[in-house]
């Protein structure tokens, strides 16, 4: 399986973290993407290979372009203050507020947020951009094929199994149509996504199963009926983000139906997981996409620090065997995954098996 990588993700290091009242290091690292990428290498899972540029028109397809502007210029903006540490939102508009957005950096940045814990770092907006065309790029490959021209989607549907992983870091499904928040800024899967949709793929399926319901990537889809979003995640009732993910939410007007969320309980172990997760490959199926995107986060794992499920490092093996017997093209997005010792061999192990 080819990987694409860019080095730009560096520029993503952040220094502070809101976790638990507290200023953190962040849990989203630079160390995560080394992690994963030399466990692609030692493993030898294929090529890696660096992202072209596709500049910002398949960004502005689905987010808000006041919000991508906000994006890039935010810590120009913030450095221009009095203000020593990163940009951290401390105000939002609220319950029956004004929802206008105000002239200075910190009322933007509120109004932009959706949480508090990530802040805007020096480089964010550099790295968030290299990690959308990280996605594309594998988006391109996989209907395109590689440098020689081989397409790799065409023996695709006529073998059952082809893959692409895109390295992506910052991670993405958190990132609204017009909200950054949850270590994301740009919505990589979505953005790839809608890069299939508007190059002749009919209908595309995104299934997120990252511990974290992806709040970001239901909202850019929920109005529309040809992108399938299905996800499981911890319960909002006790997980982040704690207002979206419910299982009640299924799309709304042409998209009603094309929204399915499987919220699980603290200590779910993989049986119990699993068993959802066949019932979202048997929707995947039902409703015939044509391609997949894998939101792919790893942060089930029973040692992950900031997440309550209980799957094992051989379970993410059966994972990828579940989603290979799809038999779709697919591309896999790096979405979270926080234990750091062994990140990369549960993002790997779903790569391997899925390749069999
Ligand atoms: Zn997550």
């Not at 020593?84 to 029956?96: D, F, K, L, S």
């Not at 990828?320 to 926080?338: Q, S």
């Amino acid at each position: 399986m080819i990987t694409i990588y860019s080095e730009k993700h560096r520029l993503r290091d952040a220094k502070t973290e809101l976790f638990g009242g507290l200023l953190v290091p962040p849990y989203e690292s630079p160390s995560r993407a080394d992690i994963v990428l030399a466990r692609v290498n030692s493993k030898k899972l294929g090529e890696v290979i660096a992202p072209r540029e596709f500049g910002l028109e398949p960004v502005l397809a689905l987010h808000d372009a006041g919000f991508v502007e906000f994006l890039r210029v935010a810590w120009d903006e913030w450095s221009q203050t009095e203000y020593e540490g990163e940009v951290i939102p401390t105000c939002w508009p609220a319950r029956r507020m004004s929802q206008r957005i105000p002239d200075f950096i910190d009322g933007k940045v509120g109004y932009y947020a959706l949480s508090s814990e990530t802040s805007i770092s020096k480089g964010t907006w550099e790295a968030a951009i290299a990690s959308k065309d990280v996605a594309l790029t594998g988006a391109e490959l996989l209907l395109n094929g590689d440098q020689t021209g081989t397409s790799l989607l065409a023996p695709l549907k006529a073998s059952g199994v082809k893959g692409v992983f895109s390295l992506c870091r910052p991670p993405g499904h958190h990132a609204a149509f017009d909200m950054f928040g949850g270590y994301c800024f740009l919505n990589n899967a979505a953005i790839a996504a809608q890069w299939f949709r508007d190059n002749g793929i009919e209908r595309v399926a995104i299934l997120d199963v990252d511990f974290h319901h992806g709040n970001g990537t239901q909202d850019i889809f929920y109005e529309r009926e040809e992108v399938l979003y299905l996800s499981l995640h911890g319960d909002p009732r006790d997980a982040f983000p704690h207002f979206s993910g419910y299982s009640d939410e299924t799309g709304q007007a042409a998209g009603e139906g094309t929204t399915f969320n499987c919220p699980l309980p603290r200590g779910t172990q993989f049986k119990t997981w699993c068993d959802k997760l066949k019932e979202c490959l048997t929707k995947i199926d039902q409703f015939g996409a044509e391609v997949l995107v894998v939101s792919l986060g790893v942060d089930t794992f029973e040692k992950d620090p900031i997440s309550f499920f209980k799957l094992k490092s051989d379970d993410f093996l059966s994972i990828g065997k579940l989603i290979a017997d799809l038999k779709r093209p697919t591309l896999f997005v790096m979405e979270g995954g926080y234990d750091i010792k062994e990140l990369g061999i549960n993002v790997v192990n779903v790569l391997q098996a899925f390749e069999g």
